[in-house]
């Protein structure tokens, strides 16, 4: 992972047309963490955004939520296959769910998807069960 850091403008999404765009084009991927709409990305780059209603709980709930999954894209976003935009609808579930499972099925979810290079079973700082690194 480079150290050198991204604009957040190129990384996720900011206008009210680009989320109305994925809503209306996207194709929807329902977990029982998030739920996730995709479509292609009208400027090459892959950029996701985060949507917490109000029904997921008070205002420090839901940016918990956000900072969870913006984390996460931060983690995963050189994996990402460009050209897509995805729009991310947190579950409550992510709030008491250790950061391993939340990654597992992130990762999983977007492989499945489509939208992100399968994890190389060789890497070193893979997770294993139980969320712990794997011996290598």
């Known amino acids: 992972m480079s150290d050198v850091p991204v604009p957040s403008a190129r990384v996720f999404l900011k206008t009210k047309e680009d989320f109305e765009r994925v809503k209306r084009d996207g194709v929807r991927v329902t977990t029982r963490l998030f739920n996730m709409m ?4 009208r400027q090459g780059e892959t950029r996701v955004g985060i949507v917490v209603g109000r029904r997921f709980g008070k205002a420090v709930t839901r940016n918990r939520g956000k900072r969870v999954f913006r984390a996460l894209v931060r983690t995963t976003r050189e994996r990402l296959l460009q050209g897509n935009d995805i729009v991310i609808f947190p579950k409550r579930p992510v709030l008491t769910l250790p950061h391993s499972a939340l990654y597992t099925t992130w990762v999983t979810t977007l492989t499945s998807q489509g939208l992100m290079v399968p994890p190389d079973p060789l890497s070193p700082g893979r997770m294993g ?6 011996a290598q």
């Open 129 to 134: 069960r139980q969320g712990q690194a794997c």
């Open 38 to 41: 995709s479509c292609a990305s």
